[in-house]
């Protein structure tokens, strides 16, 4: 099986779904000429032409609203956000725009639009350029969220999101591009909705998505060797949340620790929480703990940043504590 | 009165279109008061913008539109959902939030949407609607057609970045859309002049080298002509136009806003409607001996039965079931 | 007919709007779009435009007058037309508005020379006490010392017949988690006598060993805790006085002598009847005749009790808890005596339901197998009485001038003075002890 990186498999899916349908287009800034920003849309204008592989002037706000027009006069626009930091800009469009128009106009113009770019911390990027937005797009209703932590689900995830009619937001990561694994030749499509287990265990449940879904594996090594058998589950989809997937690691280990890089207050884990707490409170052996970002804008000092960003030694010492082993 | 047989062809179809776009705008008229005394009544909820005053800028454009181009507006936008085709009875049960409405009794006065007409709505954000126009102009020169898409909005929209970023991509990607802006000359209760460096809109086509107008809007056929330039111009080339139309809202901003005294003078909103639109060409058409008052009237009446009719049928059309809450969130 | 014009609702949120000037006076010509007058809304100053041609007949309102959304506020009509609601002619002001003057104040003032309108004071909030701790259901935990569990602990406790109480939890604040059910078993009885087995406790208490340690510290239990609280909360608040009579038990002994020969003669599954049943009969009826006694303390008021159901104290490992007999008054005494040996059991295996040792409306405690002649009882709190039972002991006692020896008992009452005076006690042991002294006297 062939191993690629996570920037590759993006690459092979928006290749894949513009050869599949030519309603299919991508727009952003430098996706064309510079290759794009972080390379994942490398050979693309080459092969589809300018006018399918579009570069945008800066200006978020107004090409997001250009994607949306274009999804309601008949084509399937992916709208590339250099990073997500600066889709606070085209907000309105997304949740005024996209998210809306399906329901105000009575279920006559649905928008069959992908938002997609890198999303979270990088390496001392500073406050304005590491924040991580899951949960002010996670919840809108007529979204869909989605956050691949791997190759594989990386394409198989942009490639449902395409094929999606709906609004959906993927949630990408400078950090991950380069990462690796493994993918089948073949037609790749992760359901949106769907977690995964990315490890079994029985003592305890991880429950994590992109960034996180490394920490929170590094952590279930740390417990192993502790004699802790950590059920590692990776959401995948933030809005909607794989609820039963969820609820059944849950009942087979009895306690839980959420993972997630954004800020604590009225995070995507908090969801998570109330999910179990809601559907589970009889399995429940401990509260269930969260390990977050600090609610803090990120700092630019290297240590500062670490102290700032989920761990696996805290990943650890949470489970350790709903184990009540500390 | 000249008899029919002796006009020449031209002119029969002249004289009909604007008898047509009389008919319209007192339907557009007939219509908002109806409108008025609906919400007055509490039939209708919320934000009620009505257009007064400003009939012939939707019906002069809209008589020079095909039914394939689209359509985009901001909330303002009852007259030209009529003129577009929407018929005033889904229209006006849209506005008392029923079934029967044109989007389900889900979107209200600000949002009317026809997707078979090619009505795009009806958006509530100043100026967010423009960038959608740009992207359907795209859309249409990415399929290859020849269809062009009409953004109604007002001029305070020309103060918000989404109205440069939309032209200036409508300019750089020349796309068939012509953005109209209706400058009434007051966004809400701020006179334009206040808040704006430049208060010729039509100024702002240079900084995104597109062709630009400036419009009599109080005249409808002044109105449709301008609107054939601009509509001819992106449909053979692509090339996107800057109208500035100039007109004038009788109302208020709004269903809450007071008629004058507060942002404008009683005097000045009496001197408007010595223009108003309808008696203008009324006027033209009873001087040409194409309708006389009786003629007129015949057709005022006939506008206002309808226009009962609309009342009546929203009046007698149930509200949406109580599962049309969650339906069309997410579409299969 | 007149046209009525209305307060209309000129914004979305107004709901009264204030008439600030009428435009048109009474008897001006007034076409369709018109202004009548300029109303003050929520949000800013609009203009109520006539709907109808005509005449305006009458101002309803005076300038300065606040009305609800939907008062009539004019009447337009034909010239002359009379109003029918105003109950003036039309060219008269406006009966309405004699009690609204034009200081716009939308409470008309009173009539000149009077006083200030008394604003009479919001009523009196009546002086609610704090709810009394037990709950609408009927039968409410005896037991109020909430156990902290997982909801996981507490599952597996339940599925177990595991009684929280009795576990030590190992979690932060003594929360009982899984693991702490894992090493948890039902005990069994140690034997099967009716009366209570000597308390284990005695088992973690050993002799003193001479050399050995000077002390051992014993973590309580979780039924020590609830024991010591819920007691020190007893005999604290309450006001205990206590009543002692000396029964004599002949009767009651030729009696139950009888009756397990009978019982015996119906083979061994018959069982047999203790005094302590016989006493509990003999108490819940009683109980019946003294309903005044038979009732629970709630703080703001007494519940008396029309049903009985009587908590018998029983001693188990470490500890102490009462089952209830419910219904005790209505029970024969072979149903007595089968109930009550039966709970004695599962209290000691611990598999008691809490709707097992709640709800008691009275309660016995008996020490007679441990050679006890008489003590005092602390009532279960929310019940107001409890009776101790000692040993029934062959006594010396004068009967017709005659000294002779008989089997005596000793019976104390504890009382909650705050719901059993002196006499209600006594006239309810008289009762009992006359039950008791002549069992068929329970037959009347």
């Known amino acids: 099986m062939p191993t690629i990186t996570y920037r590759d498999a993006l690459n092979q899916a928006l290749r894949e779904e513009m050869q599949r349908d030519p309603k299919v287009f991508l727009m952003g800034e430098e996706v064309g000429l510079y290759q794009g920003a972080y390379k994942v849309s490398r050979g693309l204008l080459e092969e589809f032409g300018a006018q399918r592989v579009v570069d945008t002037p800066i200006a978020e706000l107004g090409f997001a609203g250009v994607g949306v027009g274009a999804a309601m006069g008949g084509l399937r626009p992916v709208i590339e956000f250099m990073t997500w930091n600066f889709a606070v800009l085209a907000l309105d469009q997304i949740v005024n725009s996209a998210a809306k128009m399906l329901y105000m106009s009575g279920g006559q113009i649905p928008i069959p639009i992908v938002f997609r770019g890198p999303n979270g911390a990088a390496l001392q990027l500073s406050s304005q350029h590491s924040q991580a937005w899951e949960s002010w797009l996670a919840h809108i209703p007529g979204l869909k969220v989605v956050a691949p932590a791997t190759p594989y689900d990386a394409k198989g995830l942009l490639k449902a999101a395409i094929r999606d009619n709906n609004p959906v937001m993927v949630l990408e990561g400078e950090m991950l591009y380069n990462t690796k694994g493994e993918i089948p030749e073949g037609e790749i499509l992760v359901p949106i909705g769907q977690a995964e287990v990315k490890r079994e265990g029985k003592d305890v449940t991880l429950i994590c998505h992109s960034k996180t879904v490394a920490v929170a594996l590094k952590a279930a090594d740390q417990l192993a060797q502790q004699g802790v058998a950590a059920d590692v589950v990776d959401l995948r989809s933030l809005r909607p949340l794989d609820e039963p997937a969820i609820l059944a690691s849950v009942a087979k280990t009895n306690r839980a620790v959420v993972v997630e890089e954004g800020w604590p207050h009225c995070g995507v884990g908090a969801q998570v929480v109330d999910i179990i707490q809601r559907d589970a409170f009889d399995q429940l052996d401990a509260p269930v703990l969260r390990v977050t970002q600090a609610d803090v804008p990120m700092p630019y000092n290297k240590l500062l940043e670490r102290l700032a960003k989920p761990s696996p030694e805290k990943v650890v010492a949470a489970a350790r504590r709903v184990l009540y082993l500390d | ?332 | 007919m007149a046209t009525k014009v209305v307060m209309e609702a000129l914004s979305p949120t107004m709901e009264e709007g204030r008439l600030v000037k009428w435009t048109k006076r009474t008897g001006d010509a007034v076409k369709t779009g018109e202004t009548l007058a300029e109303v003050e809304t929520d949000k800013a100053i609009m203009e109520l435009i006539a709907r109808a041609d005509g005449q305006l007949l009458q101002q309803a309102v005076p300038e300065g007058a606040t009305v609800p959304v939907g008062n009539v506020v004019a009447y337009i009509g034909a010239p002359g037309e009379t109003v029918a609601a105003a109950g003036a002619p039309a060219a008269t002001s406006p009966a309405a508005a004699a009690a609204t003057p034009a200081s716009a104040a939308p409470i008309p003032a009173p009539a000149a020379g009077s006083p200030q309108p008394v604003v009479s004071p919001p009523p009196a909030i009546a002086n609610r006490p704090a709810a009394a701790a037990v709950a609408a259901v009927a039968i409410a935990p005896a037991d109020a010392t909430r156990v902290k569990a997982s909801p996981l602990a507490k599952r597996i406790a339940q599925d177990k017949g595991v009684d929280l109480r009795l576990i030590l939890g190992s979690g932060p604040g003594g929360r009982v988690v899984m693991r702490d059910l894992d090493a948890a078993v039902p005990l069994s009885a140690a034997t099967p006598a009716l009366v209570p087995a000597e308390p284990r406790a005695a088992a973690r208490a050993p002799a003193v060993i001479p050399g050995g340690a000077a002390y051992e510290d014993v973590p309580l239990t979780q039924i020590r805790k609830t024991i010591a609280k819920r007691l020190a909360t007893s005999i604290g608040p309450i006001p205990h006085f206590f009543l002692t009579t000396e029964v004599d038990m002949e009767r009651a002994a030729e009696a139950r002598e009888a009756l397990n020969q009978q019982l015996a003669d119906q083979g061994p599954q018959a069982g047999k009847i203790s005094f302590n049943d016989i006493v509990v009969k003999a108490v819940a009826l009683a109980l019946t005749r003294h309903r005044a006694c038979n009732a629970w303390w709630q703080d703001d008021h007494i519940r008396y009790w029309n049903e009985v159901h009587l908590g018998m104290a029983v001693a188990v490992e470490d500890g102490l808890i009462t089952p209830v007999i419910r219904n005790a008054a209505m029970k024969s005494l072979s149903q007595i005596a089968a109930e009550s040996r039966e709970l004695a059991q599962r209290a000691r295996d611990r598999r008691l339901k809490p709707e097992e040792y709640t709800g008691a409306t009275f309660s016995v405690s008996n020490l007679g197998m441990f050679d006890i002649d008489e003590f005092t009882a602390v009532i279960n709190p929310p019940e107001a009485g409890i009776v101790a039972v000692g040993s029934i002991v062959p006594k010396p006692v004068v009967v017709d001038g005659q000294v002779t020896v008989r089997r005596r008992l000793r019976l104390t009452m504890s009382c909650d003075h705050r719901v059993i005076d002196g006499a209600t006690g006594a006239v309810f042991l008289r009762t009992l002890k006359q039950m008791l002294e002549n069992p068929l006297a329970m037959l009347l």
């Open chain 2, 1 to 332: 009165m000249t008899t029919a047989t002796a006009q020449p062809a031209e002119d029969r179809a002249q004289t009909e279109l604007q008898r047509r776009m009389l008919r319209e705008m007192l339907l557009i008229r007939r219509f908002e008061e109806k409108t008025a005394e609906a919400y007055a009544l509490g039939k209708i909820g919320g934000f009620c913008h009505l257009y007064i005053g400003q009939e012939a800028v939707a019906v002069g454009v809209s008589a020079a539109l095909r039914a394939d181009d689209y359509v985009i507006s901001s909330y303002r936008e009852h007259g030209q959902a009529l003129v577009r085709g929407i018929p005033a009875n889904t229209v006006m049960a849209e506005l008392c939030g029923k079934a029967t409405g044109c989007s389900g009794g889900k979107g209200g006065s600000m949002h009317l949407f026809d997707a078979a007409k090619r009505f795009m709505g009806g958006h509530g954000i100043v100026g967010g609607h423009l960038p959608l126009a740009t992207g359907l102009g795209f859309a249409i020169k990415y399929q290859g057609g020849d269809q062009v898409c009409v953004c109604f909005f007002g001029e305070a929209a020309v103060n918000i970045g989404a109205f440069h970023e939309a032209l200036n991509m409508a300019s750089v990607w020349k796309l068939p859309v012509i953005f109209l802006c209706e400058n009434n000359r007051y966004g809400m209760g701020t006179a334009f002049e206040r808040v704006a460096a430049v208060t010729d809109v039509v100024e702002h086509a240079c900084s995104y080298d597109i062709a630009g107008e400036i419009v009599n809007g109080m005249d409808v056929l002044e109105m449709h002509h301008a609107a054939q330039r601009a509509i001819q111009r992106a449909r053979k080339g692509g090339h996107p136009t800057l109208l500035e139309v100039r007109t004038y809202r009788f109302m208020g901003h709004s269903m809450s806003d007071p008629l004058h005294g507060v942002y404008r003078t009683k005097e000045e909103v009496e001197e408007q409607k010595k223009k108003d639109p309808i008696s203008q060409l009324a006027h033209r058409l009873m001087e040409d001996g194409v309708l006389d008052q009786a003629a007129i009237d015949a057709l005022d009446a006939e506008v206002h039965a309808e226009v009962e009719a609309a009342m009546q049928f929203a009046d007698e059309s149930p509200d949406p079931a109580p599962d049309e809450l969650t339906s069309h969130v997410l579409a299969d």
